[in-house]
């Protein structure tokens, strides 16, 4: 069986000219908030569902669902 290169698509992190919906619903939040969401994110015993509900009851400009919520805390977003 012949072994595929998989290099080019592995170095690239997230889609380009793509930002995460997190960090622009962190962005557009004050420091308090900011800093409650991001501790939140990084807490695993938080559900990304919980997170999703408590920022919305929040206000936001923009909405945050649970797929980009899950991809910011898997890492597999276009955040560094």
Same mark, same amino acid.
Request: aromatic share 4%; proline share 5%.
């Given at each position: 069986?012949?072994?595929? /290169?998989? &290099?080019?698509?592995? +170095?690239? #992190?997230?889609? %380009?000219? =793509? !930002?995460?919906?997190? $960090?622009?619903?962190? +962005?557009?939040? /004050?420091? /308090?908030? +900011?800093?409650?969401?991001? #501790? +939140?994110?990084?807490? %695993? *015993?938080? !559900? $990304?569902?919980?997170?999703?509900?408590?920022? #919305?009851?929040?206000?936001?400009?923009? %909405?945050?669902? =649970?797929?980009?919520?899950?991809?910011?805390?898997?890492? *597999?977003? &276009?955040?560094?």
């Amino acid at each position: 069986m012949t072994s595929v /290169d998989l &290099s080019e698509f592995l +170095a690239v #992190a997230g889609r %380009p000219g =793509y !930002q995460c919906r997190v $960090s622009l619903v962190l +962005a557009s939040l /004050d420091s /308090d908030h +900011a800093a409650r969401l991001r #501790a +939140a994110l990084k807490a %695993p *015993e938080v !559900q $990304s569902a919980a997170i999703v509900r408590i920022v #919305a009851k929040w206000g936001t400009v923009l %909405p945050l669902t =649970y797929n980009p919520v899950r991809r910011h805390r898997a890492g *597999e977003c &276009s955040c560094e």
